[in-house]
């Protein structure tokens, strides 16, 4: 076993505290306190109070589609308030919209070409992203090669059949 030297012993003392600390602190201020610890695309969304880490799910999207040739989408505050406009609509309804209408009032709000995933039931962003790669309209949506920006909401009603309703939006 090679022997590690003492002033590089006595570095990693004083730097590798610094560091856990930082990153413990960075996570503390990142996770809403409904959520729980972890990364915020395992949070439960079956919560009161619990809200997605839009963020993440942007970086979750860009990354699959750059997998696939695509350029990121961007965050967009109008699309993220209809967003979370249909997400609390859908749990109110206690049921998931059609996409159509959604997509209807996006274009009326001057969002060009807009796609809609409109889902109920998954309890996090991981469950969510997965099981709309796995559905090909769903899948379509995420990788539209026109789309620019999006927005990205869940609300929860837990007398619901399904407690957690998702909507992302899409759009030129």
């Not at 997965?130 to 920006?149: I, K, Q, Y």
Request: with cysteine.
């Amino acid at each position: 076993m090679t022997a590690i030297p003492a002033a590089l012993r006595r570095l990693a003392l004083l730097v590798l505290p610094a560091g856990l600390a930082a990153c413990s602190a960075t996570e503390a201020t990142r996770v809403p306190s409904a959520a729980g610890a972890g990364p915020s695309l395992y949070w439960p969304m079956a919560a009161t109070g619990a809200q997605i880490d839009a963020g993440a799910a942007r970086d979750m999207i860009a990354a699959y589609r750059s997998n696939k040739g695509l350029p990121p989408l961007a965050l967009d505050p109008g699309l993220q308030r209809l967003a979370e406009t249909e997400s609390a609509a859908m749990a109110a309804a206690g049921r998931p919209s059609q996409a159509d209408i959604v997509k209807t009032v996006a274009a009326r709000m001057g969002f060009p070409e807009p796609g809609a995933n409109l889902s109920a039931g998954y309890h996090t962003l991981a469950e969510a992203f997965s099981g709309w790669r796995e559905s090909p309209s769903h899948n379509a949506v995420m990788l539209d090669p026109t789309a620019t920006r999006m927005g990205i909401a869940t609300a929860y009603a837990p007398g619901s059949k399904y407690k957690v309703y998702w909507a992302l939006l899409v759009a030129k």
